[in-house]
């Protein structure tokens, strides 16, 4: 299993930015995610990743990569 899908695991519902397989920030909510990296001032390209809830599944995964600026 990759480190990702071990980090999803442990983080279910969860908005989980990551930085060479660390996790370097989390939220329930995006902007929320978003504020908190910004705070930390985050400027290299880190991947952010939603781990669904049960109920979210049925909609699917999603995976975002993006670089604060």
């Known amino acids: 299993m990759s480190d990702i899908e071990e980090i999803k695991k442990k983080n279910v519902g969860m908005w989980i930015a990551i930085r060479e397989d660390t996790v370097i920030a989390k939220s329930r909510d995006y902007h929320e ?37």
């Open 33 to 69: 995610l978003h504020r908190m990296l910004k705070e930390k001032g985050v400027k290299e390209k880190i991947t952010v990743v939603h781990s669904l809830s049960p109920e979210e599944k049925k909609y699917g995964f999603l995976l975002i990569f993006y670089e604060i600026r």
